[in-house]
């Protein structure tokens, strides 16, 4: 007897971000290779498919393509109990990212060699609950591993100007980044750089040091947020731009990116080193678009990351170049930055959410002892959102034309962007036919508060906690498989996610 079962899932609605557009739109899904075989402009109805064909029509929540996360710290093996691929990943889910590409650094060993590559893959086996790209990072010495690197798969490189924060992932210095441009000149692949630096003593002499920020040791107290945001000034990320910058001739067809951008004044060092023909990119971070100084309580070190998150003034500014330049802007990416830590070493006071006993109480609430990092991963959408409502009065009205630009804003820079950045492009970041079907159904107006439950990252810490977001996750699906609903949580018992190593092209 034939078994009669169906060969394709269709989803439809009224509202979905298709090439970049917002149309209405039916997609047609092959559950044979999880991919996306045809797409149409209207809703077409279920009675046009065959009789078994699983079909919802999600009007008028927005078909979105599944958000791939180009920054995010997993950190397993060898620190999981900060983060690992099952709970990061199930975070990602929540949150309607389908695809993370996890940091070098934060894991021991660090992909830094490809038997460190080996071991993340190892660690990573069964699972992951969305799909995982790794990057591969330089470290001083590294950078005969490199090629070997491009060929196992990894999404691009990144490496630190400044103290990374652990002891297997030293800064590279101008030398060290010579030789990584001399060998991924050619190779199919990204250079990013964490973009701080100590400017050098030499740029700290002369008449240039009575108006530019120095180094400066703490100067007040260790609690205040204030006294850390002085301490990490908007010239360590300029000086470290314009270190990356004076190399990049080395190299003129590697493309480079910053990421986490956080200082307002990069911004036109970068857009004219673009004028220039340099290829060189940047990403900000959900945080730096929705946390401002201003709003840090003294001792909340959930809110410590670096770059910090910086003045009220400094947020408007990076809003304003993602608005404005829309083509031709410097920032092309928004991610996470996910990087979490035990409670304990997040040393946060007990009047904080997130506090835990047996940390050292004595450096409770100190900025400069706690870890820095900021925990996020699948709430980048309702953050940004949120953010986006406020600051252009969006309506839930279908018509509101600045939601239809909002919502293809947002597939922009977390979907098709992120997807292009680390190679992904020919089959995520958008809904088109032979595309894998990840897809994000997002409820656009629906209300809701952070809290533990909603936090499906390993350690419930994070600045946003408590906080009312708008636009709510309502599915999740990858390569055509229903894989989270907010209504029912997962659908499966085991983790379908694949890791990505095809090598670049
Ligand atoms: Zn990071």
Redesign the pocket.
């Known amino acids: 007897m034939a078994t009669n079962l169906p060969s394709i899932a269709v989803v439809a609605s009224s509202r979905a971000v298709i090439s970049g557009r917002l149309t209405s739109a039916t997609v047609v899904i092959s559950l044979t290779t999880g991919k996306i075989t045809a797409v149409f402009d209207s809703v077409i109805p279920a009675s046009e498919f065959p009789v078994n064909t699983p079909y919802t029509d999600y009007s008028p929540h927005v078909l979105l393509p599944g958000l791939v996360d180009a920054?995010v710290?997993l950190n397993e093996p060898g620190r999981t109990e900060w983060e690992g691929f099952y709970t990061g990943t199930q975070a990602a889910a929540f949150g309607g990212v389908t695809t993370v590409i996890d940091?070098p650094l934060n894991a021991i060993p660090p992909t830094t060699t490809v038997n460190g590559l080996k071991e993340k893959i190892q660690a990573a086996q069964g699972k992951c609950w969305v799909d995982v790209g790794f990057y591969g990072g330089i470290i001083p010495g590294n950078a005969g591993e490199l090629k070997a690197l491009v060929q196992e798969g990894v999404r691009g490189f990144k490496g630190f100007l400044i103290d990374s924060g652990v002891d297997e992932f030293p800064a590279v210095g101008r030398e060290d980044i010579k030789k990584v441009m001399a060998e991924l000149a050619d190779e199919p692949t990204t250079l990013m750089f964490?973009a701080e630096m100590v400017p050098p003593i030499t740029a700290s002499v002369g008449d240039e040091v009575q108006t530019s920020d120095a180094p400066a040791d703490p100067a007040g107290p260790l609690e205040a947020y204030a006294t850390f945001l002085a301490s990490r000034p908007s010239s360590f990320e300029t000086c470290a731009i314009e270190s990356i910058l004076s190399l990049a001739h080395l190299a003129p067809n590697l493309p480079l990116h910053i990421?986490?951008l956080s200082a307002m004044e990069a911004i036109p060092l970068l857009r004219e080193a673009r004028a220039n023909g340099v290829k060189i990119t940047a990403e900000t971070c959900f945080h730096y678009l929705s946390l401002a100084a201003e709003e840090v309580r003294d001792g909340d070190t959930r809110h410590k990351c670096c770059p910090p998150i910086r003045s009220k003034l400094n947020q408007d500014s990076l809003w304003e170049e993602l608005e404005k330049h829309t083509g031709d802007g410097v920032i092309k990416t928004v991610v996470s930055?996910h990087?979490p830590c035990t409670p304990d070493l997040k040393m946060l006071p007990a009047h904080v959410p997130g506090h835990c006993t047996g940390g050292k109480e004595e450096e409770s609430g100190n900025f400069f002892s706690a870890w820095g990092?900021i925990s996020s991963v699948g709430l980048g959408l309702p953050i940004l959102w949120t953010d986006l409502s406020r600051r252009k009065g969006l309506t839930s009205s279908p018509e509101d034309e600045n939601t239809k630009n909002a919502l293809q804003d947002v597939v922009r820079l977390c979907c098709a962007n992120t997807a292009a950045q680390v190679g992904l492009q020919s089959h995520k970041g958008d809904l088109v036919v032979g595309f894998d079907a990840d897809i994000c159904v997002f409820d656009d107006s629906a209300e809701w508060t952070v809290e533990p439950s909603t936090m499906l990252f390993r350690n419930k810490c994070s600045p946003y906690q408590g906080r009312t977001l708008r636009g709510m996750v309502r599915e999740t699906w990858l390569r055509g498989e229903r894989i989270f609903s907010r209504d029912q949580g997962f659908h499966s018992q085991s983790p379908h996610g694949k890791l990505l190593l095809e090598k670049r092209v």
């Open positions: 920054h710290h940091m964490h990421v986490h930055d990087s990092g």
